[in-house]
């Protein structure tokens, strides 16, 4: 049984990485890593980006496929979302994985309103972590191509603590110090440019 579950654990493992070497952009689709998607009944079109953390500490050795399937139940189960409240979200390795439909419009537990926004999630908490290097490769790449693509504007590009400064840390101290000190965005429209 055991033998068979590493078995079964490890081909998957291959086919993800098959998958995320093949699929654009090296982003880990939904049916990729075990999820099911949501039914799209509203299309938003996209006109910013926001940056969050998930709040919670991610122990490295944790595997985010099992996390982003709890977190997917959880969503849809305890919060009555339609899917994850998030459109991307980044794992400790840099590993980018596809949320929620991005036509559909994000989820907050925040005032701001997340109509049009592309929300992106670097899974950790930030308060206590620190994000490593090939996380904040990722960050930027897929902010940049992700700008591009929906035609976001630099000035557009934020994170959920700039929106709402006073009811939240998100995406705490050691990433909200590259967009106090503009790191993320020199570096973004450098690339942008
Ligand atoms: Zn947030």
């Not at 055991?2 to 098959?18: D, E, K, P, T």
């Not at 122990?59 to 459109?87: C, F, M």
């Not at 390795?93 to 309103?113: C, F, Q, V």
């Not at 940049?144 to 939240?168: C, F, Q």
Request: charged residues 20%; proline residues 3%.
């Amino acid at each position: 049984m055991n033998r068979l579950r590493i078995f079964v654990g490890a081909a998957f493992s291959i086919l993800l990485a098959a998958c995320a070497i093949m699929s654009q952009n090296n982003i880990i689709r939904q049916a990729e890593w075990g999820g099911t998607p949501a039914r799209v009944d509203s299309v938003q079109s996209i006109e910013f980006i926001t940056i969050h953390h998930s709040g919670v500490v991610f122990e490295s050795g944790k595997d985010p496929l099992t996390y982003l399937q709890n977190l997917q139940n959880w969503s849809r189960t305890e919060k009555q979302w339609i899917d994850i409240p998030y459109h991307y979200l980044i794992d400790l390795d840099g590993k980018i994985y596809e949320g929620r439909d991005a036509r559909l419009a994000g989820d907050t537990n925040t005032s701001y309103d997340v109509k049009g926004h592309l929300i992106i999630c670097v899974l950790g908490n930030y308060e206590e972590q620190t994000l490593n290097e090939k996380q904040y490769d990722a960050l930027v790449h897929l902010t940049v191509n992700r700008a591009k693509h929906y035609a976001v504007p630099l000035e557009n590009i934020r994170s959920h603590h700039d929106w709402v400064p006073a009811e939240t840390v998100c995406p705490g101290r050691d990433i909200q110090r590259l967009f106090d000190d503009g790191t993320f965005k020199q570096t973004v429209s450098a690339l942008l440019n």
